[in-house]
């Protein structure tokens, strides 16, 4: 039998979720988990009931590897922990090829991707800390956008000064309410 797995990062990616659910159905599987979670997280319920659920025989199927796992040893891992249970496991989309780890060829092949794949995201997460590093030595604000709380001392200065609270907000590119917000927030 083929159990299926898809995941998404975040859940505004139901195209994608959804996509992937049309492929697993498609290359025959019978039951499908799906989950939307980061694959970061360790825990992935829908991944842990779809291993949970397999018996010997079966096989597992993902459209890519990064579905599956974010790092070679995780995905060597989830690889494993199906061959314990005498099950397969299958990657669909490499490429017009499908991996299938019950052979020693495929199985080198998903190792050697999914360390490239781990090399990429590394290269990522490095390029992403020398950005936040040159921001920083420039100066360039980091983190979220002030909010208009803390803009409470200019808002009640231009109020004293006589102007409206429309036209505060106009002046410094707020709603009006945060303007009011502001100001009651200011109250002793």
Not at 15 to 24: F, K, N, P, T, V
């Amino acid at each position: 039998m083929k159990i299926g797995y898809a995941r998404v990062s975040t859940v505004d990616q139901d195209a994608g979720l959804e996509a992937q659910i049309r492929d697993l159905t498609a290359a025959g599987c019978e039951k499908i988990f799906s989950e939307k979670v980061s694959g970061t997280d360790s825990k992935r319920p829908a991944l842990l009931e779809a291993l949970e659920y397999v018996r010997p025989g079966d096989v597992l199927v993902v459209t890519k590897p990064d579905r599956l796992a974010r790092s070679t040893a995780d995905l060597l891992g989830y690889v494993q922990t199906a061959q314990a249970k005498e099950c397969g496991l299958i990657v669909l989309s490499m490429n017009g090829t499908t991996l299938d780890t019950t052979s020693p060829t495929s199985k080198l092949m998903l190792t050697m991707l999914a360390a490239v794949a781990e090399f990429e995201r590394d290269l990522m997460l490095e390029r992403q800390r020398e950005g936040i590093a040159k921001a920083k030595a420039e100066g360039r604000p980091m983190g979220r956008p002030r909010t208009v709380l803390s803009r409470t001392e200019s808002i009640r200065k231009m109020k004293e000064k006589g102007m409206s609270a429309t036209a505060i907000a106009k002046a410094l590119g707020i709603a009006r309410s945060g303007v009011y917000r502001a100001l009651e927030s200011a109250k002793p």
